[in-house]
Structure formats: structure tokens, C-alpha cells
């Protein structure tokens, strides 16, 4: 049974506008939520990280939402560059493990 | 340049011929720890390594094995290799097992077990 969720495989939107990538959990016992991003043929990078102590956590173009109640995080890139376009997977840990359980992936694509 | 090294990127083998994945990191990371990735799965950790001589299993350590004997390098093994060990591999690391914002990963390793 998958603990974390990427429901939409693949999401396309048009360059400047808002990308919204989803990303559901199962484990109450998981506290620490990431979003890495992979291009093809390269290994994932880290993008952003919350813990379940905030809601809400920014760097530059990239926010992350957590809601705890509804078990469900989401990234928002706002604006969207083509630059963008990447397979973006999202993951949870827990305090007792440090291993990241990871989604099955979401593939942005931005059309300039 | 910081980075993290995998050998060979792509392998095709047959089963049974034991073969070695090799990583190695020039940052000084205490963890390292590998992946595979397999379509419509995500990543699973396979084993990680919190320092030396330190190496524990992860969710998917059947059929491999680890090494830890220096800092910088993280050997995967398959002693007999199988068909459902295809996948694509990553070895990761990073300071210290938490530190998820300063992780590296390498390029990726694509094996194929006939």
C-alpha cells in the first residue's frame, strides 16, 4: 500500500502561469515532507522541505502547503518557466526512520 | 566540484554474474544510502550507510549487499543478480542521515538483468 501519493502522473501548463503539484500521505507518523526534482538522465535534486510544525514554507518561486488534517501537501510554482519541466517527486519521513518514503512522480511540463 | 560518482552507468548483465555498482562522493558526507527506482514506484531505499563501517538495510534490501570500508565510497553488490533487479540505481549522500536539503544524488545507474 502507498504511503505517499502523486495521483496526477502528468501536469502541463502554459509558461508564467501557476503550477499546483499534489501529493498525499497515509503515516500520521511521518513529520518531515520533500519535494525533489529530476530532470532526465540526472540523479533527483532536493527543492524544498517542510516539517509538520508550519503550514507553509517558501524559497523564491517555490511554496509548499501542508495540510495535516487532510494529510495532503501541494508545490506551487508561481511563475512557471519551461526551465521548469521535470519529473517532480515528492516524499515523507518520519522522526524513528530518516528514510524518505518517496511518490511514484508527477511530470511538469511548461509550454513556453 | 561537489559531487557524487556512479560506474557504470548502464550495465547489462546475465543472471547469476555478480556484478558492483560503484559510488563515491568528494564532500566528506558521513550518510550515503541507494535507491532504485522502478516505473510507477517512486524511489525505495535499498541500504544506507551513517558513517565507516556503519550500514544498515533499507525498505528494499533483498538481493544486494553494501560495503562501507572508506568515507567516500558506497559499493552496491549483486551477488546473483535477477530479472526484477532491473532498474534504474542512485546512490545519494549527505552530511548526516537528516540533512535531506544538502543531499546529493549521482547521475544514476540503468541495469539490465537478462
Known amino acids: 500500500d502507498q504511503q505517499v501519493k502523486q495521483n496526477s502522473p502528468s501536469l502541463s501548463v502554459q509558461e508564467g502561469r501557476i503550477s499546483i503539484l499534489n501529493c498525499d500521505y497515509t503515516n500520521s507518523m511521518f513529520d518531515y515532507f520533500l519535494w525533489y526534482k529530476k530532470y532526465p538522465a540526472e540523479g533527483p535534486t532536493f527543492l524544498i522541505s517542510i516539517s509538520s510544525i508550519k503550514d507553509k514554507n517558501e524559497d523564491g518561486r517555490f511554496t509548499v502547503f501542508l495540510n495535516k488534517s487532510a494529510k495532503h501537501l501541494s508545490l506551487h510554482i508561481v511563475p512557471s518557466q519551461p526551465g521548469d519541466s521535470a519529473v517532480y517527486f515528492c516524499a515523507a519521513a518520519s522522526g524513528g526512520s530518516y528514510i524518505p518514503t518517496f511518490g511514484r512522480g508527477t511530470s511538469l511540463i511548461v509550454h513556453p | ?114
Open chain 2, 1 to 114: 566540484e561537489a559531487q557524487v560518482t556512479q560506474n557504470p552507468r548502464y550495465l547489462i548483465t546475465v543472471t547469476g554474474k555478480k556484478l558492483t555498482v560503484t559510488c563515491s562522493q568528494n564532500m566528506n558526507h558521513e550518510y550515503m544510502s541507494w535507491y532504485r527506482q522502478d516505473p510507477g514506484l517512486g524511489l525505495r531505499q535499498i541500504y544506507y550507510s551513517m558513517n565507516v563501517e556503519v550500514t544498515d538495510k533499507g525498505d528494499v534490501p533483498e538481493g544486494y549487499k553494501v560495503s562501507r570500508k572508506e568515507k567516500r565510497n558506497f559499493p552496491l553488490i549483486l551477488e546473483s543478480p535477477s530479472p526484477n533487479q532491473t532498474s534504474l540505481y542512485f546512490c545519494a549522500s549527505s552530511p548526516d542521515r537528516t540533512s535531506y536539503n544538502e543531499q546529493f544524488f549521482g547521475p544514476g545507474t540503468r541495469l539490465t538483468v537478462l
